[in-house]
T-cell receptor
């Protein structure tokens, strides 16, 4: 079946502009996560959605970052007034449902954001 | 606080030999899961293996095994008979079941030498 998809795969933007990154999770997956990965670094948690519950936004680095998930499926991560330090790969992941057991995350290919 | 620590930024191993990638974790929760992911240079994250905190046996998946020592809070990944295609970044991650958030380590870059 189809995996997690993300668009665009690459985005180059000028400092100060807003960008929107899209994630389409695997059908039926109720949990959706956004991460940021700077070059050669680990994954930095940004935000987590679970079904219709309020999202866990504890990882968002500033109020310039926001995310929505419409209809429990597609998610959009928005970065306003982009800064050069926002340059990174933004990864989206989904999983079946929370709780015990494996419920591993399936990752998308990422969006490489470059702020010039 | 929840934390994952990978102390080996880079590792080299000879092809066909075994290698152990270290991972220690910190949590006060009793119910959690430990995961290893592989990230080749192409960038995709590939799930390798899982160990639940209540699992009594170490997890194995083909050439991958997880050396789980609960009292020491370690979850080392063992790759047997290394192959050139194993060259990649490897991330250890933890999910605390009450919170469902994943915590990732900083990764270990493995290079397999022919």
């Amino acid at each position: 079946g189809a995996g997690v998809s993300q668009s665009p795969s690459n985005k180059v933007t000028e400092k100060g502009k807003d960008v929107e990154l899209r994630c389409d999770p695997i059908s039926g997956h109720t949990a959706l996560y956004w991460y940021r990965q700077s070059l050669g670094q680990g994954l930095e948690f940004l935000i987590y959605f679970q079904g219709n519950s309020a999202p866990d936004k504890s990882g968002l680095p500033s109020d310039r970052f926001s995310a929505e998930r419409t209809g429990g499926s597609v998610s959009t991560l928005t970065i306003q007034r982009t800064q050069q330090e926002d340059s990174a790969v933004y990864l989206c992941a989904s999983s079946r449902r929370p709780g015990q057991g494996i419920y591993e995350q399936y990752f998308g290919p990422g969006t490489r954001l470059t702020v010039t | 606080a929840q934390k994952i620590t990978q102390t080996q930024p880079g590792m080299f191993v000879q092809e066909k030999e075994a290698v152990t990638l270290d991972c220690t974790y910190d949590t006060s929760d009793q119910s959690y899961g430990l995961f290893w992911y592989k990230q080749p240079s192409s960038g995709e994250m590939i799930f390798l293996i899982y160990q639940g905190s209540y699992d009594e046996q170490n997890a194995t998946e083909g050439r991958y095994s997880l050396n789980f020592q609960k009292a020491r809070k370690s979850a080392n990944l063992v790759i047997s008979a290394s192959q050139l295609g194993d060259s990649a970044m490897y991330f250890c991650a933890m999910r605390v079941n009450n919170f469902n958030k994943f915590y990732f380590g900083s990764g270990t870059k493995l290079n397999v030498k022919p």
